[in-house]
């Protein structure tokens, strides 16, 4: 069975203190893992797209890698605007209906 | 902002009765997904459209049901409804049906069942 789990569920962070975040996938074959940002009540915002092992994408204070078996999201010095709830989701490539399965997410806050 | 746009962004309702949900996807996006997010359950796939179609399904219930127009704009119909059915209801559209693209999501209608 296809699933997505993210690690840890909640991350607590000084500001300027740098972190990863995990979300590991067992799915039969990989399309695509994304990642997304959600504040609360919000819809989930974009960030990135991997495709294929040894991917990386950065954007401003975020990273994200990929392997086979898993996906990181690294913060660099972060500050308290980046706290928020970041969510993982994968694309198997039997799924002809091209729907996202999501991981629970991990809620991150950065303390001033 | 995402260009997705949903309404209405609240609605509080009674058990028992029929709602319906309203999103329109970014400009030239032809695929339309609904999600259903509960505060324990994280995000759960519902249905998706794509031109007009049904494309996929999730782990949609019985009682609901959605269409896509030609406009592209995509209804989620909720009926019969059930104290657990309160969730916040996501619509999410993207430009085709490869399966490499992101997905762009409206920012929510919270149902609220009473």
């Known amino acids: 069975e296809d699933q997505v789990t993210q690690s840890p569920e909640a991350l607590r962070l000084q500001e300027g203190e740098s972190s990863s975040l995990n979300c590991s996938y067992t799915?039969?074959?990989?399309?695509?893992l994304f990642w997304y940002r959600q504040d609360p009540g919000k819809g989930p915002e974009f960030l990135f797209t991997?495709?294929?092992a040894g991917e990386e994408k950065e954007k401003e204070r975020l990273k994200a890698t990929l392997t086979k078996k898993e996906s990181f999201l690294h913060i660099t010095a972060p500050k308290p605007e980046d706290s928020a709830t970041y969510l993982c989701a994968v694309r198997p490539n039997w799924n002809t209906g091209n729907q996202f399965y999501f991981g629970t997410g991990t809620s991150l806050t950065v303390i001033p | 902002d995402s260009g997705v746009t949903q309404t209405p962004k609240h609605l509080i309702t009674a058990t028992g009765q029929r709602v319906t949900l309203r999103c329109s996807p970014r400009s030239g996006d032809l695929s339309v997904y609904w999600y259903q997010q509960s505060l324990d359950q994280g995000l759960q796939f519902l249905i998706q459209?794509?031109?007009?179609?049904?494309?996929a399904k999730g782990n949609i219930l019985e009682r609901f049901s959605a269409q896509q127009f030609p406009d592209l704009h995509s209804e989620l119909n909720l009926s019969s409804l059930e104290l657990g059915d309160s969730a916040l209801y996501f619509c999410a559209s993207s430009t085709g049906i490869s399966g490499d693209t992101e997905a762009f999501f409206g920012q929510g209608t919270r149902l609220t069942v009473v």
């Open positions: 991997l495709y294929s």
């Open positions: 799915v039969s074959g990989l399309r695509g």
């Open positions: 459209y794509y031109n007009g179609e049904e494309r």
